[in-house]
């Protein structure tokens, strides 16, 4: 299979397989009005299986929802054919409407134009936690 190199863009390469999919969704990319290719399942020597983004336009997007989905994802801004940035991600340290609580008594559910912020509480296992309510995050 080919898939054309992008002029001006941004490749986001390194997804965990199968993660691929969760982060299009997550970053509404089928909402752009630009050729965007989601590659599954691509054979990598250091990951055996990977997914890849390739998005034909020069866009921003919220790089901690990046980080909370697969921190080991890399970001590869494209301009006139060569990689002029890579990004490296990291889990972020707060999440601010990324997920929601689900505690049904925390402050968020009645107070509806709280954000709902998250706290990253324990790295190794990728736990977060309601800043209100301390509810884990599902």
């Known amino acids: 299979m080919n898939v054309d190199s992008i002029?001006?863009?941004?490749?986001?390469d390194h997804i965990a397989a199968g993660k691929g999919l969760v982060i299009y969704n997550h970053l509404g990319l089928k909402d752009l009005d630009c050729t965007v290719a989601l590659i599954q399942n691509v054979i990598s020597e250091k990951m055996g299986k990977k997914d890849i983004i390739k998005i034909d336009a020069a866009?921003?997007?919220d790089m901690?929802?990046?980080?909370?989905?697969?921190?080991?994802?890399?970001?590869?801004?494209?301009?006139?054919?060569?990689?002029?940035?890579?990004?490296?991600?990291?889990?972020?340290?707060?999440?601010?409407?990324?997920?929601?609580?689900?505690?049904?008594?925390?402050?968020?559910?009645?107070?509806?134009?709280?954000?709902?912020?998250?706290?990253?509480?324990?790295?190794?296992?990728?736990?977060?936690?309601c800043m209100y309510c301390e509810a884990k995050a599902e």
């Open 7 to 12: 002029i001006n863009g941004v490749v986001i």
């Open 59 to 61: 866009i921003d997007f």
């Open 64 to 129: 901690q929802v990046l980080g909370y989905i697969d921190p080991s994802a890399t970001v590869n801004i494209i301009r006139d054919g060569n990689i002029i940035e890579k990004k490296t991600l990291t889990l972020p340290e707060t999440l601010t409407n990324v997920v929601y609580c689900k505690n049904p008594r925390c402050i968020t559910q009645t107070e509806q134009e709280l954000d709902h912020v998250f706290k990253l509480t324990d790295a190794e296992n990728r736990v977060y936690r």
